[in-house]
Nanobody, 124 residues
Framework: QAQLVESGGGLVQAGGSLRLSCAAS????????VGWFRQAPGKEREFVAV????????NYADSVKGRFTISRDNAKNTVYLQMSSLKPEDTAVYYC?????????????????WGQGTQVTVSS
């Protein structure tokens, strides 16, 4: 059974950094675009970043541009999200997900498989 597992979340002070990982088992990530989303309490899940199958094309939400970097290592079947200059408003549960679409998707409906999420808390 396919599984996506996020890790690397935690508590960090504003201005700090974290690196999230999304490791896949039972699914070859190189066959999919992989996106990161986040959901804060009481809010809808929102798009953060997405990377194409080979990593050549990347898209970010405006709110994280210049601060977050998405990357992938297909040999390790893992996608990463490097988060820097973190702000309290970045506090959320972060999810990775896969999409079979070739045009990089930014909405949840375009993703077919999700991880369980990892909590990121940024203190002021």
């Amino acid at each position: 059974q396919a599984q996506l597992v996020e890790s690397g979340g935690g508590l960090v002070q504003a201005g700090g950094s974290l690196r999230l990982s999304c490791a896949a088992s039972g699914r070859t990530l190189s066959n999919y675009a992989v996106g990161w989303f986040r959901q804060a309490p009481g809010k809808e899940r929102e798009f953060v970043a997405v990377i194409s199958r080979r990593g050549a094309v990347i898209n970010y939400a405006d709110s994280v541009k210049g601060r977050f970097t998405i990357s992938r290592d297909n040999a390790k079947n893992t996608v990463y999200l490097q988060m820097s200059s973190l702000k309290p408003e970045d506090t959320a549960v972060y999810y990775c997900a896969t999409s079979p679409r070739t045009v990089l998707p930014t909405t949840t409906a375009m993703y077919d498989y999700w991880g369980q999420g990892t909590q990121v808390t940024v203190s002021s």
